[in-house]
């Protein structure tokens, strides 16, 4: 069964600084990774996405994540974060396997001080 | 962009009585999925259709749930007889077709469900 684990279920930092949020997962086969960004009252936002090849990818707002198979994490970088970025932040994995359903991770929440 | 359409953005209801969640795809998507997130905990697959039947659900979607595709349009999330646990916000997605299982889920707005 697939599963996802956000360590950190809050993280508060300074506008302009870099953000770095963890995520592992737990699958058998090679799966597919995503991170979602929800805002206050508002949807689930695609942020970026794994399937396959490079395992640096780069996603909008100026996300990147990179796939690390031998430490089973897809962790959310950026560089500079902007008060804007104050957000829920949700890793999913999927796999063909499993039709796509996707399984969350327990999010983390950010904060950001200006 | 195309968006995953979602209503209402809220709905409040009385224990016992039925609700209908309707969700307006994005056009060419095939695959329609509906996610629950009660308040505090993780976001929880309910259900997935394509091709006008249930492709697979999950223990939570008992016999209270149902979904439909009623005009070729909508996709709706119907529960028979809330219950207060039922209390969430329910995420409809949707994601291209057939061979794309690679595609991403493209995530509505949400309905917020308060049972009372």
């Known amino acids: 069964a697939q599963s996802v684990t956000q360590p950190d279920i809050h993280i508060t930092v300074s506008e302009g600084a870099s953000l770095e949020l963890r995520c592992n997962y737990s699958y058998g086969a090679t799966p597919y990774l995503f991170w979602y960004v929800q805002s206050p009252g508002q949807g689930l936002q695609l942020l970026l996405k794994?399937?396959?090849?490079?395992?640096l990818v780069q996603g909008i707002k100026g996300f990147e994540a990179e796939f690390k198979r031998s430490q089973s994490s897809f962790n959310l970088r950026k560089p500079s974060v902007h008060w804007s970025d104050a957000a829920e932040y949700f890793c999913?994995?999927?796999?063909?396997?499993?039709?796509?359903?996707?399984?969350f991770g327990g999010g983390t929440r950010v904060l950001v001080k200006p | 962009e195309p968006e995953v359409t979602q209503t209402p953005s809220h709905q409040v209801t009385q224990m016992g009585q039925e609700v209908i969640l309707r969700c307006v795809p994005i056009s060419n998507h095939l695959y329609f999925y509906w996610y629950r997130q009660i308040l505090g905990q993780k976001v929880e697959f309910l259900v997935s259709?394509?091709?006008?039947?249930?492709?697979?659900k999950s223990e939570i979607f008992d016999d209270q749930f149902s979904v439909e595709r009623p005009d070729g349009s909508n996709f709706t999330l119907k529960i028979r007889s809330t219950k207060l646990e039922d209390s969430a916000m329910y995420f409809c997605a949707t994601r291209q077709g057939v061979n794309s299982y690679n595609s991403p889920l493209h995530f509505g707005n949400g309905t917020r469900l308060t049972v009372t």
């Open positions: 999913a994995v999927g796999s063909k396997a499993a039709g796509n359903k996707l399984t």
């Open positions: 794994y399937f396959s090849g490079d395992t």
């Open positions: 259709f394509y091709n006008n039947e249930i492709s697979e």
